[in-house]
């Protein structure tokens, strides 16, 4: 089933694999739990079917129970689907967890290449199996089949005599490089995960890489980090793409020379802060940087949205401020620490002398206020940011980023 998406970056929603399990922070309060345990219970026998036996209930916590149910009644849906849309892949799993077989993973690629109508938006927190199957000779031969089985099944829907045979001629060179649809990116909420996922994804051939920092919990650096009275000893170069050269070559009158290159870079970064029930504030600064550095390499930005938190106290008609379990402030440090009112009054807050002594100053806290994500909105400083990558010329299937 393929369902229209309130999801601010996408168009729709295709989720033939549901179930997944939490792999680090930013899955500590996953949407996609609540909404397959509610769907488990649907009165749709179809729907419950699709979600059953998914989530669970341990020491009162709903989890994933590490089911992951393939729906086959849903994997040819983008098929029938004429009108270009932006598809967001298994919005209620991941499409690289380790308990979706290899051959499953090949069919949705298949799908994917049959319809080069729509671009096919993929986010994953299993950035290893990602890089390992997408740079695996025996998976694209896996993919071929899958495709090849799909165009000479005469019930594969939205597809001509025509599209048929050009699919049965043409489909090792369409799939040679990566799909020029398909936009891989990894989700990361925090410097840690973005250390670990992004150079994974870097090194996985694609035609688009995009990031996505949601639920961001904590403040990410794309240039490198930053050290005191050093600069950036140790570049990134994930905005920017690593220089270097290529292969030696020869011109016509044999002379040896190189050219220079540039290695892979990020094309597209999405941030957001957390929403929904128990969600975790996000200082405004982590928005600002991932902003600035897009802005400073020319990569596009989106900002999703605020999220439950926001800047902007509540105020009534009377713009008086709102008090009360939502209107309350907290404060925020650049680390993630949350103050209560009053834990930093000078000299007496609790918790005072814990901000001096972690070099919290006064310049780098700031007040954030529950006022749910459509009150907080998803102005960043005054303005929308809705920025989109252009694809680019795909890579090959083996070539990789130092």
């Keep these: ?90 919005s209620q799993s991941d499409l690289f967890h380790d308990q979706v077989p290899d051959e499953v993973i090949a069919r949705i690629l298949a799908v994917m290449a049959l319809t080069p109508r729509h671009t096919y938006q993929v986010l994953t927190k299993r950035h290893g199996r990602m890089r390992a199957l997408l740079n695996s000779a025996d998976f694209r031969l896996l993919c071929e089949e899958a495709e090849a089985r799909l165009v000479a099944d005469e019930a594969t829907p939205g597809l001509s005599r025509y599209e048929r045979e050009q699919h049965r001629t043409k489909w090792w060179s369409s799939f040679a490089k990566p799909l020029p649809n398909l936009w891989l990116g990894v989700s990361v909420e925090d ?57 030696e070559k020869t011109d016509d009158r044999g002379r040896v020379f190189q050219e220079l290159t540039v290695d892979p870079r990020l094309d597209w970064v999405v941030a957001g802060g957390e929403s929904g029930p128990g969600a975790r504030p996000a200082h405004p600064d982590w928005f600002r940087t991932l902003r600035d550095q897009c802005a400073q390499s020319d990569v596009p930005f989106l900002f999703k949205q605020w999220g439950q938190w926001g800047p902007e106290a509540p105020v009534d008609r009377d713009g008086r401020l709102v008090r009360g379990p939502r209107g309350e402030g907290m404060t925020i440090a650049n680390d993630g620490t949350l103050y209560a009112p009053g834990d930093l009054d000078y000299p007496d807050g609790p918790r005072y002398g814990e901000a001096v002594r972690a070099g919290h100053s006064r310049a780098r806290l700031t007040q954030v206020y529950s006022v749910g994500k459509k009150a907080a909105g998803r102005e960043l400083d005054g303005r929308t940011h809705d920025e989109y990558p252009a694809p680019r010329a795909a890579t090959s299937w083996t070539e990789n980023s130092r």
């Excluded at 089933?1 to 996953?30: F, K, Q, Y």
Aim: a positive charge; charged letters at 20%; one cysteine or more.
């Design 191 to 247: 410097q840690k995960t973005a250390d670990m996922r992004i150079p994974a994804l870097l090194a996985t051939p694609a035609a688009v890489r995009w990031i996505s920092a949601e639920p961001l919990l904590g403040p990410i650096d794309l240039y490198g980090p930053l050290v005191p009275g050093r600069g950036r000893p140790k570049l990134t170069y994930w905005l920017t793409g690593r220089p270097g050269w290529g292969p």
């Design 1 to 90: 089933m393929t369902t229209l998406s309130a999801i601010e970056w996408t168009d729709m929603t295709w989720s033939p694999i549901i179930g997944c399990t939490r792999v680090t922070s930013g899955c500590d309060r996953c949407y996609a739990i609540r909404t397959a345990h509610i769907r488990s219970h649907h009165p749709s026998p179809k729907m419950a079917t699709a979600f059953a036996g998914t989530t669970h209930t341990v020491d009162g916590r709903l989890d994933w129970t590490g089911r992951v149910n393939v729906v086959e009644s849903r994997l040819l849906d983008p098929l029938r689907k004429t009108k270009p849309q932006k598809v967001f892949v298994n």
